[in-house]
T-cell receptor, first 114, second 111 residues
């Protein structure tokens, strides 16, 4: 079956602009995660969605970051007023609930803020 | 001390070699651990899990040393295709889903 898909694969934006990153999880996976990976660094947890429960937003680095998940499927991560330090690869993953250790990742969106 | 620490490497080994790298963790109460593999410019993928008894899958063996709080990954008979970054993952005790990823150990297998 289809894996996790993300779009766009690459995004170059000017400092101060808003960007939207999209994630389409594996069908049937009710858990969805967003991470950020800077060059040579580990994955930084951003936000977690599980079914209809309130999302865990504890990893969002500032109030410029927000995410939503519509209909329990597709998720959008929005970064407002982008800064150069936001440049990174944004990875989305999904899993079955209770199997968080087995996350399936999308190919990521490489964001460059100029 | 960081929750998960890894030697960034790179470990540069010839084909056929045996290589091992460790990952240290700070929470002594952690029960389960995982290794993910990430190819260059690709997404991470689950490689194997590590519980108290360790785990072996073909050429790959993962072991846990609770006393010293580290897990290890041993790769025997290295292949060129093993070249990747290996991420150590530890679930925190206060969350079942917020995985903590190490920054990874890079392995280069040369012909």
């Amino acid at each position: 079956g289809a894996g996790v898909s993300q779009s766009p694969s690459n995004k170059v934006t000017e400092k101060g602009k808003d960007v939207e990153l999209r994630c389409d999880p594996i069908s049937g996976h009710t858990a969805l995660y967003w991470y950020r990976q800077s060059l040579g660094q580990g994955l930084e947890f951003l936000i977690y969605f599980q079914g209809n429960s309130a999302p865990d937003k504890s990893g969002l680095p500032s109030d410029r970051f927000s995410a939503e998940r519509t209909g329990g499927s597709v998720s959008t991560l929005t970064i407002q007023r982008t800064q150069q330090e936001d440049s990174a690869v944004y990875l989305c993953a999904s899993s079955f609930p209770g199997l968080a250790y087995e996350q399936y990742f999308g190919p990521g969106t490489r964001l460059t803020v100029t | 001390r960081k929750e998960v620490e890894q030697d960034p490497g790179p470990f540069n080994v010839p084909e056929g070699a045996t290589v091992a790298f460790n990952c240290t963790y700070s929470n002594s109460a952690s029960q389960s651990f995982f290794w993910y593999r990430q190819d260059c410019r690709k997404e991470p993928k689950l490689l194997m899990s590590v519980y108290s008894s360790g785990n072996e899958d073909g050429r790959f063996t993962a072991q846990l040393n609770r006393a010293s709080q580290y897990i290890s990954l041993l790769i025997r008979d290295s292949k060129l295709s093993d070249s990747a970054t290996y991420l150590c993952v530890v679930p925190p005790m206060d969350s079942s889903y917020k995985l903590i990823f190490g920054s990874g150990t890079r392995l280069l297998v040369r012909p």
